[in-house]
């Protein structure tokens, strides 16, 4: 099923993760990409039966991008996930890269046996979520190789302030942010009157690159690494996108986005599940 069209907006076939991209899709720069549904999953979990299906689909893709074999990101969905109270950030595996239809055939196999590892497991016991009989899905999505990547808090994701939009943004790939691995430049911006608050340029040292293959994470060149990732314009936009997905889902979210060639892309959109002791010490419901 394919993001943006009607099918894939359920979450009970296409899992949480891409029933909200294929959602935000109708009316958001969101790369094109499709999802193979819990009833693949159901089938044996291996991609014999499907893998027709499967190559169909990925030579689609690439010619909705223009591209023979184009580079994809492979990621987990599923039923319960990006929900209002688990958003099962980092708990499954993500491959990024990935380029031809053997290689994405492997991916999808790592991908559905990602849900059973260990701390994916854990993560659910601790959530109160159901171990056994879970219904997942993967979503293959076109990779657009990033000269910038950003997190966007629509609420202070430290204070629980939510009059400030907070802008995590660094070169490249989103990975070393998500990581941990460099420190990204720091932007707040005023919720109502979008106007940019505040600066923090920080010495980014690493970004993550699509490589030949795989995504390794290189030494940003030296003459980029205490030069703003983002300009005014950029903030305001990506603060915009996300100020506009706070209003539609009617609570805080962080959104995962990135700039190529001066176009922005949506990549992910959850609320933030970490606000909750902070809005009831303010009084919030």
Known sequence: MWLGETDCHNPFLVGGKAASLSRLAEHSPVPPGFSLTTAAFDRGQGVDAITTEIASAYTLLGERCGLA???????????????????????????????????????????????????????????????????VAVLVQQLVVADVSAVVFTADPVTGSRDQIVINASW??????????????????????????????????????????????????????????????????????????????????DIECEFRSDRLYLLQCRPITTLGSQAAADGEV
């Open 172 to 253: 490249g790939l989103g990975e070393s942010i998500v990581g941990g691995t460099v420190t990204p430049d720091t932007y707040r911006v005023g919720k109502v009157d979008m106007s940019v608050l505040s600066r923090h340029i920080s010495d980014k040292r690493h970004m993550t690159v699509a490589g030949d293959s795989g995504t390794p994470e290189v030494e940003v060149p030296s003459f980029l690494r205490s030069r703003a990732a983002l300009d005014d314009e950029q903030v305001i936009e990506m603060a915009r996108l996300g100020r506009a997905l706070d209003d539609a889902s009617g609570r805080p979210v």
């Open 69 to 135: 074999n184009p580079p994809v990101a492979v990621r987990s969905s599923a039923v319960d996930e990006d929900g209002t109270d688990a958003s099962f950030a980092g708990q499954h595996e993500t491959f990024l890269n990935i380029i031809g239809v053997d290689f994405l055939l492997r991916t999808v196999r790592d991908c559905w046996a990602s849900f059973h590892t260990p701390h994916a497991m854990e993560y659910r016991r601790k959530q109160g979520l159901p171990i056994d009989g879970v219904r």
